[in-house]
């Protein structure tokens, strides 16, 4: 049973380019979220969606981030402008309904802002 | 404001012996606890997870503790192995919410 699907698995761009990060979800799972790691914050939730709908974005860091689900079985993460200290690694994951259901991460999007 | 702590950022342990990970938390709301483990360049992947209505939840050589009172859990692993040096995360998480909130992570080195 395939996991989540993040791509690509390293990006590196220069500063004001804009950066899209992609996901695909397991299938059967209802909602998805986005996460991401930095030595300094840890990590953090940036958004989820639940049946494709964002219910909770107060994780976004500024209008610079935008994240869309069109569909089941992929969401994207936009950076733009991008910044340098947007560097990180980006994590998507993805869980059954029900708020005990453990969620599933992807193996990440390191992320390199020059 | 951290509300959830791993005061440990790391661990060594022989091969055979126990280790145990250490997890401390601030809100009162929270009710179910997990454990993720993370091997570099790889997503956290779930290991056991535990409700407040539970003191302890087992799977194999994987047991967490949940002391309510003094808000704190923690993992043991028995017997450790070489295979189990990885980041270990804790995260906690409230009734009707899906977000979760994650410790800083403790760094876990079983040495053969």
């Known amino acids: 049973d395939a996991g989540v699907i993040q791509s690509p698995r390293h990006e590196v761009t220069e500063m004001g380019q804009e950066v899209t990060l992609r996901c695909k979800p397991i299938?059967?799972?209802?909602?998805l979220f986005w996460y991401r790691q930095t030595m300094m914050r840890g990590l953090e939730l940036l958004i989820y969606?639940?049946?494709?709908?964002?219910?909770?974005d107060s994780g976004m860091p500024e209008d610079r981030f935008s994240a869309k689900m069109p569909n089941a079985s992929f969401s994207t993460l936009k950076i733009q402008p991008s910044e340098p200290r947007d560097s990180a690694v980006y994590f998507c994951a993805s869980s059954p309904m029900g708020w005990n259901q453990p969620q599933h991460f992807g193996d990440g999007t390191r992320l390199s802002i020059l | 404001d951290q509300q959830v702590k791993q005061n440990s950022p790391s661990l060594s342990v022989q091969e055979g012996r126990i280790s145990i990970l250490n997890c401390d938390y601030t809100?009162?709301?929270?009710?179910?606890f997990l454990w993720y483990k993370k091997y570099p360049a790889e997503g956290p992947t779930f290991l056991i997870s535990?409700?407040?209505?539970?003191d302890k939840n087992e799977d194999g050589r994987f047991t967490v503790f949940l002391n309510k009172s003094a808000k704190h859990l923690s993992l043991h692993i028995v017997p450790s192995q070489p295979g189990d040096s990885a980041v270990y995360f804790c995260a906690a998480t409230s009734s009707g919410t899906y977000k979760y909130i994650f410790g800083t992570g403790t760094r876990l080195k079983v040495l053969a």
């Open positions: 535990i409700s407040s209505i539970k």
């Open positions: 299938s059967g799972h209802n909602s």
């Open positions: 969606f639940n049946n494709n709908v964002p219910i909770d």
């Open positions: 809100n009162s709301m929270f009710d179910y």
